[in-house]
C-alpha cells in the first residue's frame, strides 16, 4: 500500500510543504489528498485522519502521523537511504535542533508574512518580532553553511530534512523580499530552484481557493 499524505492548500500550508517537499526529493511514492483549509467541512475531514484535526497527516496502513517534524521523523526512520538526516553525529544533532527551532517558533515572523506562494514579490516592511525572526533565520542558514554545507547547496549539503523545515521561509522571504545576507540569497535560490519546489509553486498557481487571512495585500488578490 502506498503512503499517503493528506495536506492543505499548496499556496497557503506551510506545514503541508515541509514532509511534501522532502518525500519529493527522496524519490518516496506516495498519493496525495489536498483539502482547503477553509472547506467548511475541513476539520470533519482532517479528524477521520488524525484527532488532532490538522494537517499534514502521513497515513502509512495503518499507521497515522501528524505534524511535520514528525512525519519527517518517521520518513527518516523508514527509509534511512533517504538521509533525511545528516551521517555525522554532531551535524546530525544540530540539524535536529535547526529544525526543532524552526517548528517551535518564529511565530512573528509566520504571522506578519504569511506563505503564499503565488503572491507577485513585493517588499513588506518588518515589525520588530518579524525582523528579530529574520535575522536569527539568516544566521541559522550562514551558520550551518558554513559548518556543514561544503557538500552541497543546502544547509548540511545534500538536501534533507532540516531544509524541508525551512523551506516555507524561503517562499516567505522570496515573496516579501525580504533582506538577506547573499548567502542565505543562495541558500533560497538552491531550494527554489528543485524540481520538487517547482511542481509545488505550479501546483499552487493552479489553485481556484483564496484565504483573506492569508492575503496581506486583501482585498486584493495579486498573483503572478
Known amino acids: 500500500m502506498a503512503l499517503r499524505l493528506i495536506i492543505g ?66 520518513l527518516a526512520e523508514k527509509f534511512p537511504a533517504a538521509g533525511l538526516w545528516p551521517k555525522g553525529a554532531n551535524a546530525r544533532a544540530k540539524a535536529r535542533a535547526v529544525a526543532s527551532e524552526m517548528h517551535a517558533g518564529f511565530l512573528a515572523l509566520r504571522r506578519h508574512l504569511p506563505m503564499n506562494v503565488v503572491r507577485p514579490v513585493k517588499k513588506r516592511a518588518l515589525d520588530n518580532g518579524a525582523s528579530a525572526d529574520a535575522a536569527r533565520i539568516d544566521a541559522i542558514w550562514n551558520e550551518c553553511r558554513t559548518t556543514f554545507g561544503t557538500g552541497g547547496p543546502f544547509l548540511f549539503g545534500a538536501f534533507g530534512a532540516a531544509d524541508a523545515m525551512y523551506a516555507p521561509v524561503v517562499w516567505r522571504f522570496h515573496t516579501y523580499a525580504v533582506e538577506v545576507s547573499a548567502a542565505a540569497r543562495d541558500y533560497m535560490g538552491a531550494v527554489m530552484a528543485l524540481p520538487a519546489s517547482v511542481e509545488w509553486r505550479e501546483a499552487a498557481r493552479r489553485e481556484t481557493w483564496v484565504l483573506p487571512h492569508d492575503e496581506v495585500d486583501w482585498p486584493d488578490v495579486p498573483r503572478q
Open 9 to 74: 492548500n499548496k499556496n497557503y500550508s506551510s506545514w503541508s510543504l515541509r514532509p511534501w517537499l522532502a518525500m519529493k526529493v527522496a524519490g518516496m511514492a506516495f498519493e496525495e489528498t489536498v483539502i482547503s483549509l477553509d472547506a467548511p467541512d475541513f476539520k470533519a475531514r482532517v479528524t477521520a485522519f488524525s484527532g488532532a484535526g490538522r494537517v499534514p497527516v502521513l497515513i502509512d496502513a495503518d499507521v497515522r502521523v501528524w505534524e511535520s517534524l514528525a512525519i519527517l521523523e518517521y
